[in-house]
């Protein structure tokens, strides 16, 4: 970024999967800096998903910068994921015209159960794979696989954890951080949402905010999903060895297994 440097920029670097994000002021003016974010962001931009996109620049080295609007503000509490504004922002993001045809347009295929299922027994160690818990939810996947059409696979952002929440001082509310986006059955981030922050009793009612009726299967294909993305955490986790952090996840997944289990 030292392009940014010479013109008389301020850059700190702040949070982010890719690590390639700055807060960058000049003169009174602040906005928030990116390297090589995808294409994919205009759209989120346009539909008012994340913080409006200023402009795109490809800079000497053949990277490409966006600049966003930087927004003060915070990230959600666990409480607040309950909100009707949690549900109603979900269900924008999973009923988008334009945000489905943008990933389509960048060659972005539905990640159907199937593929999912074989990208994470391809990726575990032997440790992780060998653990009971964990066998007992592959077990579970492999009996339990939802049938998905493709033409009900929407945008999902993969990662709906309240880090990812920003609440601007201006009372906007954004989802951030879309490096996992994809085209997938939008259960992939209810489940995870409801079985993280929202007490069960409550499910139908949040739900109904978002538009769904809690049905059966609805169930089913949110339990399945989460199993999912638990089992993905508790390999990330020893990978970067994390090992308390991987144990509470292998508590989370062993709840999920035995909750609902007649589902």
Known sequence: MEHFYQLGWTLDPVGGASGEAYKAEQDGRK???????????????????????VWTKRIETGEVVTAQHWKNG??????????????????????SSPLLTMLKKLGMKPMLPDLLLNKIQSSLSPKVNAHHTVRAAIQYLENEMPKIDEQFCTVCHGDVNHNNWLLSDQDELFLVDWEGAMIADPAIDLG???????????????LADYGKPLDRDLLKRMKWYTLVQAITMIQWYEDHKRFKDMNDWIIFLNRIINRNRFI
Do not use: Q
């Open 192 to 206: 995870m949402l409801l079985y993280t922050y929202v007490d069960s009793e409550k499910w139908e009612e949040w």
């Open 31 to 53: 906005l928030f800096l990116k390297r090589n974010a995808s294409p994919f962001l205009a759209a989120l931009s346009a539909e008012g998903i994340v913080p409006k996109l």
């Open 74 to 95: 915070r990230e959600l509490n666990r409480d607040e994921m309950c909100s009707e504004r949690v549900a109603s922002l979900m269900k924008k993001i999973h009923t």
